[in-house]
């Protein structure tokens, strides 16, 4: 599978952004996704995941309540909405693909649950 991010770009604090996951070579309505970031000189952290039914969706402390995960299955597309942008959120973002049977809330949160990535779409949000 290949996973391509895009919708990144350079906004104002208090702005949106909608950054998209094109998945393809295989459909991903079968497994959990999610959405990471790295901000410069940070380690990789997560953002938000969704389960493959879309049912179950997990956030990050510091974006709860900003940002809303979906996913659109005939599309093979996930999404991630951001609203209240902060300077704080500046990052490459990066989504994945869920390893398959991983299915626990907190097992979700780490890098390791993922078995493939995206190249990553900057966002960069001025004060």
């Known amino acids: 599978v290949q996973l391509q991010a895009s919708g990144g770009g350079l906004v104002q604090a208090g702005g949106s952004l909608r950054l998209s996951c094109a998945a393809s070579g295989r459909t991903v309505k079968t497994s959990n996704m999610g959405w990471f970031r790295r901000a410069p000189g940070k380690e990789r952290e997560f953002v938000a995941a969704i389960t493959l039914t879309g049912r179950n969706r997990y956030y990050a402390d510091s974006v709860k309540g900003r940002a809303t995960i979906s996913r659109d299955h005939p599309e093979n597309t996930m999404y991630l909405q951001m609203n209240s942008l902060r300077p704080e959120d500046t990052a490459v973002y990066y989504c994945?693909?869920?390893?398959?049977?991983?299915?626990?809330?907190?097992?979700?949160?780490?890098?390791?649950?993922?078995?493939?990535w995206g190249q990553g779409t900057l966002v960069t949000v001025s004060s």
């Open positions: 994945a693909l869920g390893e398959t049977g991983v299915q626990s809330a907190n097992l979700l949160r780490a890098v390791a649950a993922y078995v493939a």
